[in-house]
Structure formats: C-alpha cells, structure tokens
T-cell receptor, first 114, second 115 residues
Framework: AQSVAQPEDQVNVAEGNPLTVKCTYS??????LFWYVQYPNRGLQFLLK??????LVKGSYGFEAEFNKSQTSFHLKKPSALVSDSALYFC????????????FGQGTELSVKP | GAGVSQSPSNKVTEKGKDVELRCDPI?????LYWYRQSLGQGLEFLIY????????KSGLPSDRFSAERTGGSVSTLTIQRTQQEDSAVYLC?????????????FGPGTRLTVT
C-alpha cells in the first residue's frame, strides 16, 4: 500500500535561516511526488513536483525538494526562510500504476519567527 | 483564470440529514477529485473522476457517500444520513490528465458540521 510519512508535526525556524521539512514515502511502483502548502482557512496550493529526471526540483516561492530514491525521501527545503512561509505543508505521493489519487502525509506545521 | 470553486463554503446540518456539496472544476480539466480533511484523519482521498472512465470510488468511507459528475464538468458529493464523524472539510481538486501527471488544483473547501 502507498503511504507518506512526515515525521515532524512542527518545525520552528528563525527568519533568514534555512528550512527543511521532511517526507518519506512508500509505493509499489515509481513515485510521483508533490508538495502542497495550506495557509489558514485556505485550500491547498501546489508548490512543486517530482516526476522524473533531475533529483533536485525547484518550485514556487523559492522552495526546492530533493528526490532520493535509495532513502525513499522527498524533503522540502528553502535556503532562507521568511515569516510569510509559516503555514501547513503536505507531502503527497501518487503511484503511476494507481491512477490519479494522491496519498498525503499528515502535514507539518512550519513556524518562522522573526 | 478562474480556479476550482466549491459551494457552500460552510454547511451545518443535523445528524441524519442528507447533504450535497458542489464542485466546479477549472475549465478544460478532465480529472476531478474529492478529498476530506479532518483533524483525526488528515487528508483522505474519496473519489476520482477521469473523463468518461468509471470513477475510482476506493476512498469512499461508506455507502452513505456517493458522487457524480455531470457532463464531464460539475461534480456533486452527496452524504446521506449524516453522522457526526462526517464533520470535516471536503476539498475538491481538478487537473489536466492526458500527457500528465499534472498537479491538482484545489478549491477552498466546504466545511461540514454535523450536529
């Protein structure tokens, strides 16, 4: 069965410091991986995706993520955090043999303090 | 352009009543998805429509839940005989699919409260 784990419920970072939000996945076939962000009382916004090719994927708002097949990980990173990055972040996986549905992690609350 | 829209934004209903939630996907998107977001269960897949193919209903939690998509566009999620555990935010998403996989674009959600 497909699954996604986000081991940290909350990540606290000082503004200007680098941030990492962790994600590991389990699928039977080749994974398609996604990161979404959710601001309070808002729907999910797409940040970036990995389908194939370069393991380092760049996305919106300066975020990037690195696909690591051997570690089955897809950690989200940003070199310099902003207070406005504070939000709930979801990692999701789609098995290319299982149709279009996304399986989401439990979410990580990112808090960036000035 | 216009994003995914959902209505109503909030719905309060009494236990045992039926409710209908509506989703208008982005024009031209052939795939439509329903998810549920609740504190205890996180984000759960419910159902997926792709073009004229049979929908993937594997995420529907019980036979009280059903959904349809008319004319390949608007979708309605129906919950019959609502229970308190149905209280959640119901999210709809749409995407292009041919030549994909493409990212899914989410609507703002319908917050359902069953009293």
């Amino acid at each position: 069965a497909q699954s996604v784990a986000q081991p940290e419920d909350q990540v606290n970072v000082a503004e200007g410091n680098p941030l990492t939000v962790k994600c590991t996945y389990s699928v039977s076939g080749n994974p398609y991986l996604f990161w979404y962000v959710q601001y309070p009382n808002r729907g999910l916004q797409f940040l970036l995706k990995y389908i194939t090719g370069d393991n380092l994927v760049k996305g919106s708002y300066g975020f990037e993520a690195e696909f690591n097949k051997s570690q089955t990980s897809f950690h989200l990173k940003k070199p310099s955090a902003l207070v406005s990055d504070s939000a709930l972040y979801f990692c999701a996986v789609r098995d290319h043999n299982q149709g279009g549905k996304l399986i989401f992690g439990q979410g990580t609350e990112l808090s960036v303090k000035p | 352009g216009a994003g995914v829209s959902q209505s109503p934004s909030n719905k309060v209903t009494e236990k045992g009543k039926d409710v209908e939630l509506r989703c208008d996907p982005i024009s031209g998107h052939t795939a439509l998805y329903w998810y549920r977001q609740s504190l205890g269960q996180g984000l759960e897949f419910l159902i997926y429509f792709q073009g004229n193919s049979a929908p993937d209903k594997s995420g529907l939690p019980s036979d009280r839940f059903s959904a349809e998509r008319t004319g390949g566009s608007v979708s309605t999620l129906t919950i019959q005989r609502t229970q308190q555990e149905d209280s959640a935010v119901y999210l709809c998403a749409s995407s292009l699919e041919r030549g994909g996989p493409y990212e899914q674009y989410f609507g703002p959600g319908t917050r359902l409260t069953v009293t």
